[in-house]
């Protein structure tokens, strides 16, 4: 392997890693506000 392939699949690497951290803080919360908004209408629908 020479020098210009190692740095491609470091860079490749680098991507896929930052999109892979950025996606996951975004799959976090949409999957807790749908938890919470289930939590919230059975709370709502034991109150009355």
Known sequence: MDFGSKLGHFVLFILLTVIT?????????I???????????????RVR
């Open 31 to 45: 999957i807790m506000s749908k938890e919470r908004n289930e939590l919230l209408k059975e709370i709502r629908d």
């Open 21 to 29: 951290l950025g996606l996951y803080p975004l799959w976090w919360a």
